[in-house]
């Protein structure tokens, strides 16, 4: 069931796409902090800063979720901001006039990290049934971990310290990415309009005077069905 579902090569798609970028920065983060004509003092005392900003796009970017309960748009918003610093990052030559302005571009870079914690919080919200929960969280694991080992290999020794290179591929994978989160919404969209319209023609013909207003009856909760087989009362998040 679960491999039958084009949704759920989204996700796999999505996850395996967003650690190729993050397990690449992270791993020559230094690396890159340094190639900006900063010491390695400099380097290391700015990474404690990156961690300080870390836990503030985590925050962030889950509170606003929750709030505009669009998780997909935010999910697309900080990646389009990550995209925007890596561009910066490619594009603009280091001067000692442009090294603090690029640092902030990489910190920008980083908010790639939310990819991870808002996919799983869709994929928690828009997958049911024990079998198929067990077997999606496996193969989003296999792709964290194909991701978090080939991602590192497309930043190249010889493209040191500005790895241009590396940067068009994440760019590349930035682009990607969004254009297929926006297919995830719309189909998680669709699949929604089309139970409401089923679920409104049901009560019509049961009960003719039902308010326009969409009940949901949770009958089957505890029935450990799918969520595409639970059309009747299962709505999707995004």
Request: hydrophobic share 50%; proline share 2%.
């Amino acid at each position: 069931m679960a491999l039958r579902d084009p949704v759920v090569w989204i996700y796999l798609i999505l996850q395996f796409t967003c650690f190729l970028i993050t397990n690449g920065l992270s791993t020559f983060s230094n690396i890159i902090v340094k190639g900006l004509g900063f010491s390695t003092a400099q380097t290391q005392l700015l990474n404690l800063a990156q961690g300080g900003w870390s836990v503030m796009i985590f925050v962030g970017s889950a509170w606003l979720a929750r709030v505009t309960k669009q998780t997909c748009l935010v999910l697309i918003g900080f990646m389009l901001v990550a995209m925007s610093g890596t561009i910066a990052l490619d594009s603009v030559a280091v001067t000692s006039k442009t090294a603090p302005g690029l640092l902030i571009a990489f910190y920008f870079a980083n908010f790639v990290i939310v990819s991870g914690n808002l996919l799983w919080s869709l994929l928690t919200r828009n997958v049911a049934g024990q079998t198929k929960k067990v077997t999606v969280f496996t193969l989003m694991f296999v792709a964290y971990a194909l991701g978090a080992i080939i991602g590192p290999q497309i930043f190249q020794s010889r493209d040191a310290p500005r790895y241009h290179t590396a940067f068009a591929v994440h760019i590349a994978l930035y682009a990607f990415f969004c254009v297929m989160a926006v297919v995830l919404r719309l189909m998680l969209m669709r699949r929604n309009h089309l139970r409401r319209k089923q679920h409104a023609e049901h009560e019509l013909a049961t009960t003719p005077d039902t308010q326009e207003t969409e009940v949901i009856q949770h009958d089957n909760a505890f029935a450990d069905l799918t969520d595409r087989q639970n059309t009747a009362s299962f709505r999707y998040m995004y």
